[in-house]
């Protein structure tokens, strides 16, 4: 094992080469990197949110509410349906995540259970012709309507699918630093944000869900009716948002979404002088946004942000053209704020926020610098100690965990695997267990020497037999950090990456690269003895 | 000549090691108890990652008193408050609370904040972090969770590798290790936090590492002396990894002093906890994974060992 075989030599030369163009941009003055060509690496090593500072916001999707919000869809579309097919019905109303109706005339069950197969509910993703309500005829009339038990997980993967979307448009139109935007499990968002230690910004255009109506107001309704709780069905009394505004009676179904709108701006009235919203519906919005003003004229709707009116207008004129405008009570800001969320779409749900985690960045410069002593203060005793220890072949390993250490920091600036806090640990642990790795070489060298053999050959079987356990101890290394690249959060991954690399480098720096240093000396001294034995 | 000083080491050591293994089990049995009773009474202290709540980092061009700050901390009326200063550095304090059940966490937090900050001239405090129960309770399981399967297939491995024997040897000692870990961090009230979970796995890691080399050699000591009684040759086998295992220890606690030492507040738990793991898991190697071995026997050559019974009249 000891001959200088050509590829032992050159993957030496290389690996160290390798380690130093790859981790020299992080020991670099930033100036100094600039200047350099760009065929030069500049990669810096990935510090993670607890090291540079920032901002970790973790959203849940709020699934029972889109689910109570598409069961009360489903009960003004099963309403307009029947009263459209002119199919008398009566009881309607849901209960317990299930849509109950009856039908009156009995002649017509059946005609209504198709029908309502038909135009209820939409396809189900992922399987081909099927759909995500069901229809039961209980007898008697009465018929049952519910979400199939898929549609439930696919609302709520869709529902990621267009937040995370949504959000991105938010963040790209604040033209903030760039965060990252993630998927977390069936049902969460992670939003890591480095850098920025004040989130508050970034609550304010995630946290609403920017869910734009337009609802006619149910004029029939009185003050008295309302106080007395006599709402008629598809109905419903909303609050306003400004504090002191009156709830007022509105349709439930509403008009026009915000969905059709193609654009929003904030913008001045030119006779008020009053910051206001702007917004042009395009397409089929803009139709149907014409026909109801056209149809309504004289007539009161309300405007309808996440359940609360802004304003509840009256159309004095059709509006063939789409556009109109927001007044309200606003500022230029917030009147900028929600033509912002307008333009990039609503959220599908509301979005409730979990967990919110912000390092300072003079924490994170503490602890990088914390880390760095500690590491250095960890690295230059092992170097002195393993001298001591071992003499030259103590020098050997110290420069094997140099070339180690090298490696490793270029290989994650490389591949921007992000450096957390325990990775700094983790670092420290590698750094320990590769030497163990000399070590047990080394220890298994004096014992054959002590059994008789010559220096060249103990020196060979150490290393041979020596190459048991130490691929027996990173295999187990490799399990644990597999477990915790698996199961664990953002820190914790970083700890796996750190600790795997190291695995890797370890077990090539220890033995290849000791080996060849060992094998040169062999060459060039012809010892009689082992330093060691 | 003393450099290189490996050769202070004895070359060959006699020690009995297995002679003290009862001593050893009687204390080990103590301090799980010991473990136990504190671990059930007292419990672990619990960070912000496994109980929710709030964290929160000031910081002042100036020192910061400790005590005025938790005397105004305590005056928000937040719940539970926790005021560590000195936090890295002396202008720097880390409060903690927890939230009121059922309210609004991040508005409360943000209520304390602002509350403190009046008091506190020139004080600035990042946002707030807010951990809520839903996700602290999915965080502890998941921990554990991880831990479980860790061990489950690393004595999978060591089975398939050695011998069942050996393998419920090394969990044996690894779940020794895990509770005197768990148990120091409660005696102690250590916050137990994500990263503690990181740093019970390098113990679990560090252990099995020491379980794994000892196995090797004992392996091969089995092979290589097939009449010599077990007792002998694990008392063998461990004299002569014993060089191995003063210098990989020294080694990786010389590393890891450096951290405890220089490394603040962040690093200190999760530092103290793997040097402790060091300690024990060596420990473990000899006096709780050989012995159960001796216990229950090994199979050598073709035939089953006769287990042989620890105390005296066996001595052979």
């Given at each position: 094992m000891l001959t200088l075989s050509r590829w032992k030599v050159t993957a030496v030369?290389?690996?160290?080469?390798?380690?130093?163009?790859?981790?020299?941009?992080?020991?670099?003055?930033?100036?100094?990197?600039?200047?350099?060509?760009?065929?030069?690496?500049?990669?810096?090593?990935n510090l993670g949110l607890d090291l540079q500072g920032g901002s970790y916001l973790l959203y849940e999707v709020d699934t029972d509410a889109l689910r109570a919000e598409r069961l009360t869809n489903m009960v003004e579309d099963v309403r307009t349906t029947l009263r459209n097919d002119q199919i008398e019905f009566g009881e309607l109303g849901e209960a317990g995540g299930i849509v109950r109706v009856r039908i009156t005339d009995p002649g017509k069950v059946d005609q209504a259970v198709s029908l309502l197969r038909r135009s209820i509910g939409g396809p189900l993703a992922g399987a081909i012709g099927g759909r995500d309500t069901?229809?039961?005829?209980?007898?008697?009339?009465?018929?049952?309507?519910?979400?199939?038990?898929?549609?439930?997980?696919?609302?709520?993967?869709?529902?990621?699918?267009?937040?995370?979307?949504?959000?991105?448009?938010?963040?790209?139109?604040?033209?903030?630093?760039?965060?990252?935007?993630?998927?977390?499990?069936?049902?969460r968002i992670v939003i890591q944000a480095a850098g920025e230690s004040d989130p508050a910004r970034l609550q304010a255009v995630i946290g609403q869900t920017a869910k734009l109506t337009f609802q006619m107001v149910d004029e029939t309704v009185s003050q008295e009716d309302m106080i007395a709780g006599r709402i008629p069905p598809g109905v419903v009394v909303i609050p306003?948002?400004?504090?002191g505004a009156p709830p007022i009676p509105v349709a439930k179904r509403a008009l026009v979404t915000g969905e059709d709108l193609v654009t929003a701006n904030q913008e001045f009235d030119s006779q008020s002088g009053q910051a206001v919203v702007a917004f042009r519906f395009g397409g089929s919005g803009a139709r149907k946004f014409g026909d109801a003003t056209t149809r309504n004229v004289g007539k009161r709707f309300a405007i309808v942000l996440d359940g609360k009116y802004i304003s509840d207008p009256r159309i004095n004129q059709p509006l063939p053209g789409g556009s109109g405008v927001i007044t309200g009570n606003f500022t230029p800001e917030s009147a900028a704020e929600l033509a912002l969320l307008l333009r990039s779409g609503a959220l599908p749900a509301k979005l409730n926020l979990e967990e919110q985690r912000t390092v300072g960045a003079e924490l994170g410069a503490d602890a990088v610098r914390a880390g760095a002593i500690s590491l250095a203060i960890g690295a230059a005793a092992m170097f002195v100690f393993i001298i001591l220890a071992y003499g030259l072949f103590g020098i050997f390993a110290a420069l094997a965990l140099v070339v180690n250490v090298l490696l490793i920091i270029g290989i994650m600036s490389m591949t921007q695997a992000t450096l957390t806090f325990p990775g700094i640990a983790g670092l420290i642990l590698t750094l320990a267990v590769a030497v163990d790795a000399n070590v047990l070489i080394y220890e298994r060298m004096r014992d054959e020497a002590a059994a008789g053999r010559s220096p060249m050959s103990a020196a060979d079987t150490g290393f041979r037999r020596a190459m048991v356990s130490i691929m027996d101890a990173n295999i187990t290394s490799l399990i644990?950090?597999?477990?915790?690249?698996?199961?664990?959060?953002?820190?914790?991954?970083?700890?796996?990456?750190?600790?795997?690399?190291?695995?890797?480098?370890?077990?090539?720096?220890?033995?290849?690269i000791t080996q060849v240093l060992i094998g040169w000396w062999f060459k060039t001294a012809r010892p009689k003895k082992l330093p060691i034995a | 000549m003393a450099w290189p000083l490996i050769r202070l080491i004895p070359r060959q050591t006699h020690f009995r090691f297995v002679k003290w293994a009862p001593v050893a089990a009687a204390i080990s049995a103590l301090l799980i108890a010991g473990s136990c009773v504190s671990f059930f009474t007292q419990g672990l202290n619990l960070g912000i990652d496994f109980?929710?709540?709030?964290?929160?980092?000031?910081?002042?061009?100036?020192?910061?008193?400790?005590?005025?700050?938790?005397?105004?901390?305590?005056?928000?009326?937040?719940?539970?408050?926790?005021?560590?200063?000195?936090?890295?550095?002396?202008?720097?304090?880390?409060?903690?609370f927890l939230p009121t059940a059922g309210g609004d966490a991040i508005a409360e937090a943000n209520r304390v904040k602002a509350e403190i900050i009046s008091k506190f001239p020139g004080m600035t405090m990042p946002a707030p972090s807010v951990i809520g129960a839903k996700v602290s309770g999915?965080?502890?399981?998941?921990?554990?969770?991880?831990?479980?399967?860790?061990?489950?297939?690393?004595?999978?491995?060591?089975?398939?590798?050695?011998?069942?024997?050996?393998?419920?040897?090394?969990?044996?000692?690894?779940?020794?290790?895990?509770?005197?870990?768990?148990?120091?961090?409660?005696?102690?009230?250590?916050?137990?936090?994500?990263?503690?979970?990181?740093?019970l796995l390098t113990v679990i890691?560090?252990?099995?590492?020491?379980?794994?080399?000892?196995?090797?050699?004992?392996?091969?000591?089995?092979r290589k002396y097939k009449t010599t009684p077990l007792r002998d040759i694990i008392d063998l086998s461990e004299n002569e990894r014993l060089s191995r295992t003063i210098i990989t220890g020294s080694t990786a606690l010389l590393a890891l002093g450096g951290t405890m030492v220089f490394g603040g507040p962040v690093l200190f738990p999760l530092v103290f906890t793997m040097t402790f793991g060091i300690l024990i898991g060596t420990y473990s190697s000899v006096y709780i994974a050989l012995p159960l071995i001796l216990v229950w026997g090994v199979k050598r050559g073709d035939e089953e060992a006769t287990p042989i019974k620890l105390g005296a009249g066996t001595r052979p």
């Open positions: 030369i290389l690996s160290v080469i390798f380690g130093i163009v790859f981790s020299l941009p992080n020991m670099l003055p930033q100036k100094t990197l600039d200047a350099l060509p760009g065929w030069v690496p500049h990669q810096k090593l069901s229809v039961a005829n209980k007898g008697d009339g009465r018929l049952e309507l519910s979400f199939v038990p898929e549609a439930a997980k696919a609302d709520a993967v869709k529902a990621v699918d267009q937040s995370i979307e949504t959000i991105r448009r938010r963040i790209d139109a604040l033209g903030t630093k760039e965060p990252t935007i993630t998927k977390q499990g069936s049902n306003g948002t400004q504090p644990s950090a597999a477990i915790m690249f698996g199961f664990g959060s953002g820190p914790i991954k970083g700890f796996a990456w750190t600790l795997s690399i190291g695995v890797f480098t370890s077990v090539f720096t220890a033995i290849i | 109980k929710g709540g709030v964290a929160m980092e000031a910081r002042m061009p100036t020192p910061i008193s400790g005590d005025a700050l938790r005397t105004v901390a305590r005056g928000t009326g937040a719940h539970d408050v926790q005021v560590q200063d000195n936090f890295g550095s002396p202008n720097a304090a880390m409060i903690r999915e965080l502890l399981m998941g921990g554990f969770k991880a831990l479980g399967i860790a061990l489950l297939l690393m004595l999978g491995y060591i089975w398939f590798r050695f011998q069942w024997q050996f393998g419920v040897g090394a969990v044996v000692a690894v779940f020794h290790d895990i509770i005197l870990t768990l148990g120091l961090l409660s005696v102690l009230q250590i916050e137990f936090s994500m990263t503690s979970i990181a740093a890691g560090y252990s099995m590492n020491e379980k794994v080399i000892t196995f090797d050699r004992l392996k091969e000591n089995l």
